[in-house]
Structure formats: C-alpha cells, structure tokens
C-alpha cells in the first residue's frame, strides 16, 4: 500500500487487489465535491490581514515623518530618517531572498512585484500549512502511543496540548483499542484512506466505535461523509506488506474526538447509509470536476 499527493488529490494504491490501479482518497473526494462558499471570504480575509501585517509599520513610520516634515523639525536628522524611510524600499540593494514584501511590491520589477503578490493571496494557505502541522504531530504523537512505540517530545505546543487531552480522554473514558491508522479500500466505489481508529467505549455504546481525531476548531457536517466512507471500505490492508483482512464491523454510529488545547469532547457522528449515499454524490462531482466525466 502506498499514498501518493498530487494537485488533483491524494490517492492510494493496493499490493492486494488492483496493484496498478489508483484509488482515490476519501478527503480529497469529500474536499472536491462538496461546496465550502465560506471559504473564498476566509481566504480574502486572511490576504488583508498579511497585507496589513506589512503596511502597519511603514505607514506608522511614514506617518510621523510626514508630521515632523510638516512642523519644520529636525535639520540633517530629518535626512538621516528619510533616507531610512527611502532604504525600507528599495530593493536593489538587498538580496532577493531577503527582500521584505513592500520592497519587492515598490520594486516596479514586475516578476518582483509579482513575487510579493504572491506571498500576500497566499496567506490562507500558510494560515493552513500551520494548523495542519500540529495537527500532524499530534496524529504521529497519538498514533505512536498507540501502537506501543516511543511518543517523540515536540516544541509544537498546540500538539503537546492536544496530546495531553488525548491522554486524558483515554483515561476518562477507558477506551479498549482495536484498532489504528489503519488504511481501507472500497473497491466498488473506487476510494481508500486512513481512519484514525476503532475501539470498545464503555459507557458509549456496545461493539466496536470507529472514531476519528480532529484538532481544528470546530467540527464540521462533512466529516460524516468521511467516517460513513470508512465503515463501507470492503477491506483493511496492512502496513508493510503485511496482507489484508476484511473491514471490521462497527456500529452506524461513529464518533469525533475533538482535542482543542484546553479541552477534549466527543462528538457523536452518523456513518450509516444516508451520509455514505451523500459521500457516493460527492465523488461523482469530484470525479467529474477532476476528469471531466463521471466515470
């Protein structure tokens, strides 16, 4: 089994069944077929904040010395400060890789400016690229207690304290493991990807519970489809060649945990047909997105 990124999605390929063929992974089919309008005005928001990050101080600098130019002060330390104010600018002589996005946008270089633009529409994602890093770390931080390996220590504090509250979930609520990160197929349907786990949760409700683990801040309706995928995948293939097992029975009702830093919860999630039927509507618009065709 192997995953591979692209940028049309992520998918999967099989060592048991189809060894050739690619199978496409249930979040990038969840993320190409279902709408999220909110996430065009998010991103415009993020762009302004960057933008305003790097205009605050030197039209707050800018500000003052027009002020003083104003009021007649300052003789030759006037001209110091201007020629300062003029060097915040100028991008000529500055290296490239440390030139400031005001230098490159007032650089009247197009590729230049074009570089700085860039870094400004691109907000949202680094805004991104850093809440799915702790989220990463704590996954591999779970996952490795899990599975009985050696939790590595981490600067990443927002891991560190979703960690914690896993540990404190676990020790709350006692969950009996039967499994985790375990990667599943649907060969019908076409799709594969990694569930967090499955477990006994005493208290909750009998038989097995498929879960899966978010740290972002909410918990959003999409990730029914998710999990409804999942507990129709047809069958487990293990790590390293390891072989495969049919998929494990779980119960229509399927869970969220929710680690936050200062809070963990539970949140119940409906896997049964209706959301599999919607996540089998989302794909086909996926699909279609993607290739142009629903096949």
């Keep these: 089994m192997s995953r591979t990124t692209t940028d ?10 189809e060894p050739d063929a690619n199978f496409w992974s249930v979040t990038s089919l969840i993320n190409g077929g279902v709408p999220k309008p909110l996430l065009i005005p998010w991103a415009a928001s993020q762009a302004s904040y960057a933008m305003l990050d790097e205009l605050q ?21 006037m001209l ?5 104010a003029r060097a915040g600018f100028d991008h000529t ?23 700085g633009r860039s870094y400004i529409s691109g907000a949202h994602k680094r805004t991104l690229d850093e809440a799915g890093k ?47 990160e375990m990667t599943v197929f649907n060969t019908k349907e076409r799709y594969a990807g990694t569930l967090d786990f499955i477990a006994e949760i005493p208290g909750l409700q009998p038989g097995l519970t498929m879960g899966d ?14 999990l409804a995928a999942y507990r129709h ?13 049919p998929m494990l029975e779980t119960n229509e009702l399927a869970v969220v945990l929710h680690l ?10 409906d896997a049964g047909e209706q959301p599999f039927n919607l996540f089998r509507h989302a794909a086909q618009v996926a699909w279609m997105t993607r290739d142009g065709n629903g096949d």
């Excluded at 101080?57 to 330390?77: C, Q, R, S, V």
């Excluded at 683990?213 to 998710?226: D, N």
Aim: glycine letters at 6%.
């Design 8 to 17: 049309r999605g992520r998918y999967y390929t099989s060592e048991v069944v």
């Design 57 to 77: 101080g030197p039209l707050t600098a800018t500000k003052h010395l027009l002020n003083d130019i104003a009021t007649n002060a300052g003789g030759m330390e």
């Design 80 to 84: 110091d400060r201007i020629d300062r």
């Design 93 to 115: 002589s500055v290296k490239a890789a440390d030139r400031t996005v005001l230098q490159q946008i007032a650089s009247e270089v197009k590729s230049v400016v074009d570089k």
């Design 134 to 180: 702790a989220g990463t770390i704590a996954h591999e931080m779970i996952e490795a207690h899990l599975k009985g390996r050696e939790v590595l220590s981490t600067d990443n504090e927002m891991a560190q304290a979703s960690f914690a509250n896993f540990l404190e979930f676990e020790k709350t609520c006692e969950p009996r493991w039967e499994a985790a």
């Design 213 to 226: 683990t978010k740290t972002g801040k909410g918990v959003y309706p999409e990730v029914a489809l998710q």
């Design 233 to 245: 995948a047809d069958f487990i293939e293990f790590e390293h060649g390891m072989g495969s097992a």
């Design 260 to 269: 936050r830093p200062d809070k963990w919860e539970l949140v119940p999630v």
